[in-house]
């Protein structure tokens, strides 16, 4: 008999103060048992099933074929999210060969859900794609009506911390969240999930982001008829990553349907889109550093400093929109930008900044540091294939070098400026060298 990574003993506990599906989870590769939670209002006891497999297929599909295991869940999947599973795996496969095709062991749902969800939810986190997705769907919803979000979904335990390392950072965007859904007329519904301690010791959070949104979404198919996902690239700039408009459909159900929304807009079109509303310069968030940084401090809303909010403070600025921003800087350290980790990922994104920076002095300062960041990006590709080389030229002419060749590639690939720092510069929060449009 195979390993398997076992989801057993599913059930709803209420209180007064959550209602919490929960689920043990075993396997060979974990150690102990892991008691896996997903927390809802109280209110929403009456809708959430624990007789439904579903949240737990699209939370643990992709760690299981990261270990390799067999995916086991004592609950009934969804024939048609069961079918997909096979599509799924296939994609992940073909894109990193680390994850392998696993069986997903579950009994099949024979009769469809009796409740269908009528709502229409999206994940909103105060960011450019998710207040994107709103505001465009808000706008379409003038002509159709069945384009209206009536939920802001606001996770906690995704991209901020839930439990021990946690801020007042989620009051503060639920608080904000409230704010944008009041100005619309809409409801906020906050959910806390516990899932990344168990996720993250398989798979980096890039790829398990996908899964991790619709699993959320699939406990709430008695709510909703669909609940949207913002995309962060656009159908020109795709690339391998956990939240995919090939693959967040795939996680759907009879009764629920996952949008992957908004690729049809680069981020620039999407910040030049929202640049004019107040309730977004009053509350938009875009930093990812209190969670992905053990040294920042995570009561910052944005620390001003990272690449994604130096990101965001160029188009802002392109947009004529960074001084009216409250949340960000209203100046960009050209000395920080320059010397910012960019990833290769970026580099489209980075590259429609650079041909919409106009031809005043500051913009033409920004360009160019924006330009060296590229530049460096590129060295670290070429650096990269050089090490590739010579590990091929070692393995090939002198494999007892080989040892001794490792140790020269770990110190030569360590050999360029790390995230850390600009990190620990953003502590100070020491804007020198300010730009803004108006200088
Ligand atoms: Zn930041």
Same mark, same amino acid.
């Given at each position: 008999m195979g390993r398997a990574m076992l989801v057993s003993d599913i059930r709803v506990i209420s209180s007064e103060r959550s209602c919490q599906l929960?689920?043990?989870v075993t396997a060979g590769t974990l150690g102990t048992d892991f008691l896996l939670y997903y927390r809802f209002p109280p209110e929403y006891e009456h809708v959430i099933d624990a007789s439904i497999g579903d949240p737990f297929v699209a939370m643990l599909l992709v760690p299981a074929m990261r270990s390799g295991e067999t995916l086991e869940i004592h609950a009934e999947v969804s024939p048609k999210l069961m079918q997909a599973t096979a599509k799924i795996q296939q994609t992940f496969a073909t894109w990193?060969?680390?994850f392998s095709q696993i069986r997903v062991k579950a009994p099949v749902r024979q009769n469809p859900p009796e409740a269908h969800g009528s709502r229409r939810g999206l994940f909103f986190s105060c960011g450019i794609d998710s207040f994107y997705s709103l505001m465009r769907n808000e706008s379409r919803s003038q002509q159709e009506e069945d384009k209206s979000i009536s939920d802001l979904i606001v996770l906690r335990?995704?991209?901020i911390h839930y439990g &021990?390392?946690? #801020?007042g950072l989620y009051d503060r965007l639920l608080h904000n969240s409230l704010r944008v859904a009041d100005g619309l007329g809409i409801r906020t519904l906050p959910v806390a999930t516990n899932a990344r301690e168990l996720t993250d010791r398989y798979v980096h959070t890039s790829w398990s982001s996908g899964g991790f949104l619709a699993s959320v979404g699939l406990c709430l198919q008695k709510v909703f008829r669909e609940v949207l996902i913002a995309a962060s690239d656009t159908y020109g700039q795709l690339v391998p990553w956990g939240s995919h408009p090939y693959v967040d459909p795939l996680w759907s159900t009879e009764s629920l349907t996952i949008v992957h929304d908004g690729c049809e807009a680069t981020?620039?079109?999407k910040i030049r889109f929202l640049a004019d509303s107040p309730l977004v310069m009053e509350t938009l968030r875009v930093c990812f550093q209190s969670y992905a940084t053990l040294t920042h401090s995570p009561r910052l809303y944005n620390c001003g400093m990272c690449e994604k909010c130096m990101r965001t403070m160029v188009g802002l600025h392109i947009a004529g929109a960074l001084t009216r921003c409250r949340t960000l800087p209203r100046t960009i350290d050209i000395e920080l930008l320059r010397n910012t980790d960019r990833g290769e990922r970026l580099f489209h994104q980075t590259m429609d900044l650079i041909e919409n920076l106009g031809s005043s002095q500051s913009d033409l300062i920004i360009k160019s540091a924006l330009q060296d960041a590229l530049h460096s990006l590129g060295r670290r590709r070429m650096r990269r294939r050089m090490l590739r080389t010579g590990t091929y030229l070692v393995a090939r002419y002198a494999p007892g $070098?080989?040892? $001794?060749? &490792?140790s020269i590639a770990r110190v030569l690939m360590r050999m360029h400026v790390p995230d850390r720092r600009l990190v620990e510069? #953003?502590?100070g929060r020491q804007i020198k060298e300010g730009l803004s449009r108006d200088a």
């Open positions: 929960q689920a043990h990193n060969p680390e335990g995704f991209d &021990r390392r946690d #801020s981020r620039l079109d $070098l080989m040892p $001794l060749w &490792r510069r #953003s502590e």
